[in-house]
């Protein structure tokens, strides 16, 4: 056994290259087993065991700077840089983080989540470097995946014209989450499979080379011919019109051909683009043939990969699945447009039902931002599928695009609020701060999966502009489903329980907490209100001046950031209407970064839980009963 010795990358370059295969072979095992516990992006760190092996070996980390894109595929990179032993509390709460972490390693010198941002931070390290005088390599690995995302383009479009040295390491395992989409992706494709492309580029090229030079009229159609064959026949010739030299494609479970490759890669003095073939879940069957168990997954049994997790109510992305088919049928113009995410937003049954109505437009939130734009200028009824953190890629979309020319887009946005074990980079919780404040915006938030149901048909009939509907990641309530969907008054919110003395004004699944709270303190002599506020914007604004006007004290709670959401745009309507006694006090997501750990820990933390509650409007009741006394005094 070598894994438990190798914890640092000094001792894997005195390995050979069969001791490297059998620790690929340990490390595979080793991440089998344990996330078979603790779940986490397997399938995507099976296919890069040889890749980062190979880049260890043959670099010094951390003077030599590895970026992984994502960073979801760096648990091989944790294991080899001394964080083995800590797989036990993987994305668990005070554990391993599941991404790339600089606070758990100097190994890791740049952090992601969200994807296509590693050529841009390898441009500025190489950059750095370089004003710095120092010599030390820059690494980027990213994903052919990512490597749809906009920003990857640019950067490539920047480095190509800089021509400083660093390598992108282009891992090409043909999967995003769900198998890739895209021109580029086809052009991988190409150079994968097709015998031409697969000849030895310097074969090509010296060819090409020995062709005379020819002077007088017939030189220019002997240029134009050689770059006609070099296009025909030299792989990657996309990239080195780009200004990269193009090494591969090469097997990326080959760690001695990887290493050549490397070295080869050394000797170039610009941008090298070095094409890994890799194979998602390598190694582990249910992994390599069911690429919704290749990526992220919870829990499994071994043998099978079948999921450990308790089978609940379905979650709110899958009954807005279901919804969507139904609206489908009423509407032949609803079409759905998603950023990579077909399956994480319940889309495929969708996408079965209507296959030329859904479309995956790649990691590109900001061309499905524009596109659903000009969709809905031309009649169409676009529902932009969307988690709440990737949406804050297309903020300038949103503005520009949709609100400004008020067009009839339907924004579904999915993983609202905390989402558990990925922590920091993924927490929906600034959607509301960042769309609410947009001329033309509608949003609401379902207090219930019934409740959504409603919103998704309230959505589709609204015409006057942009309309959202947030729903979180968890499972729904289980409550029935009415089989009629009913269009709800824009604006409307719900009381759900009398109280003249307290309310709690509450959206989405804090609405059950408030519910809760509102119980206990019940029993305890304490009438507590809850009003179900389901429209974020525009706000109910007959019910806030009731309370206000029969001096109710107010608790907004929300599962968002405390700062510029639900409670903020109360607290402006009050000032608007100059009502400065109105008492509301604010419950919401603090203004620090919540990492991971389960969405219960991730409430506990911040205090969006039915205890805190009850203690908020007990101090409250002490407060103004203190307060009281004094006014009544003086
Ligand atoms: C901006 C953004 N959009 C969407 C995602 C969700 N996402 C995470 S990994 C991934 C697929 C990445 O594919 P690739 O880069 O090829 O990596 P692989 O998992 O295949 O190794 C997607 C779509 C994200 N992290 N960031
Ligand atoms: C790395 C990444 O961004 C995705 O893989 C994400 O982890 C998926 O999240 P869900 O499990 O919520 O779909
Ligand atoms: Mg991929």
Redesign the pocket.
């Given at each position: 056994m070598l894994l438990p010795n190798i914890n640092d990358p000094e001792q894997l370059k005195t390995l050979s290259v069969p001791e490297l295969d059998t620790l690929a072979e340990e490390i595979r095992r080793f991440l089998i087993e344990k996330l078979t516990v603790t779940g986490g992006?397997l399938?995507?760190n099976l296919?890069?065991v040889e890749l980062t092996l190979a880049l260890h070996y043959c670099y010094d980390s951390p003077r030599d700077k590895m970026i992984y894109?994502?960073g979801?595929?760096a648990y091989v990179h944790k294991i080899l840089t001394g964080r083995q032993d800590r797989f036990d509390t993987l994305r668990k709460k005070d554990g391993l983080c599941g991404f790339v972490k600089r606070s758990e390693s100097e190994h890791d010198v740049w952090e992601a989540?969200?994807?296509?941002t590693s050529l841009s931070a390898a441009m500025g390290m190489a950059m750095a470097r370089d004003l710095k005088g120092e010599d030390n390599k820059v690494i980027a690995v990213?994903?052919?995946?990512?490597?749809t995302?906009g920003m990857a383009f640019e950067a490539l479009n920047h480095i190509g014209h800089e021509r400083r040295k660093l390598m992108v390491i282009l891992?090409d395992?043909e999967?995003?989450?769900a198998p890739?989409v895209g021109a580029m992706h086809n052009y991988l494709s190409k150079i994968r499979s097709d015998r031409h492309y697969l000849r030895a580029k310097d074969e090509v090229e010296g060819l090409l080379r020995r062709i005379p030079a020819i002077g007088g009229k017939l030189a220019k159609t002997a240029e134009k011919l050689k770059d006609s064959l070099k296009y025909m026949m030299v792989p990657g010739v996309l990239f080195e019109e780009l200004g990269f030299t193009y090494l591969g494609p090469v097997d990326g479970h080959d760690i001695e051909k990887m290493i050549e490759t490397f070295h080869q890669a050394d000797n170039v003095s610009g941008p090298v683009l070095v094409h890994v073939l890799t194979t998602?879940g390598k190694g582990y069957k249910p992994a390599e043939t069911d690429f919704y168990k290749s990526?992220a997954i919870s829990p499994y049994k071994i043998e099978s990969g079948q999921s450990l997790k308790a089978v609940g109510n379905p979650m709110y992305t899958e009954v807005f699945g279901q919804t969507l088919i139904e609206l489908g049928h009423e509407d032949q113009r609803l079409i759905a447009v998603t950023?990579?995410?077909p399956g994480g937003s319940g889309l495929f049954p969708f996408a079965k039902e209507f296959p030329d109505r859904m479309i995956d437009v790649g990691?590109a939130?900001q061309h499905a931002a524009t596109l659903c734009a000009a969709l809905a200028m031309e009649g169409m009824k676009p529902v932009y599928a969307v988690?709440s953190t990737?949406m804050q890629?297309a903020y300038d979309q949103i503005v520009h695009d949709i609100c400004r020319h008020n067009a009839n887009v339907m924004f579904a946005i999915d993983r609202a609020g905390f989402v558990g074990a990925d922590g920091e980079t993924h927490q929906g919780v600034y959607d509301i701060a960042f769309m609410r404040h947009i001329p033309n915006m509608v949003m609401m938030m379902p207090k219930d999966e019934n409740e959504l149901r409603h919103m998704m048909k309230t959505a589709l009939e609204y015409n006057d502009g942009p309309i959202a509907y947030r729903y979180p990641r968890i499972d729904g309530t289980g409550v029935a489903l009415d089989p009629e969907l009913r269009v709800l008054p824009i604006g409307s919110w719900e009381r759900l329980r009398p109280g003249d003395d307290y309310a709690v004004l509450a959206c989405g699944p804090m609405v059950q907490v408030a519910e809760e709270a509102a119980e206990v303190l019940k029993r305890e002599g304490i009438q507590v209100g809850v009003v179900n506020a389901r429209f974020l914007k525009p706000l109910d604004n007959t019910m806030l001046l009731e309370l206000a006007h029969a001096g109710t004290s107010m608790v907004v709670m929300e599962e968002a950031s405390q700062a510029g959401s639900l409670g903020s745009a109360v607290l402006e309507f009050f000032s608007e209407q100059e009502i400065y006694d109105a008492r509301v006090h604010l419950m919401g997501v603090p203004d620090i970064f919540i990492e991971h750990g389960s969405v219960k820990e991730q409430r506990q933390q911040t205090g969006l839980t039915v205890e805190a509650l009850c203690a908020r409007i007990k101090a409250m009741k002490a407060l103004s009963k203190y307060t009281y006394k004094t006014t009544s005094t003086s």
């Open positions: 992006h399938g995507s296919g890069v894109d994502v979801h595929q989540g969200h994807s296509s990213i994903g052919d995946g990512a490597l995302g891992n395992n999967m995003s989450i890739n998602k990526h950023p990579a995410m990691i939130e988690y990737f890629r």
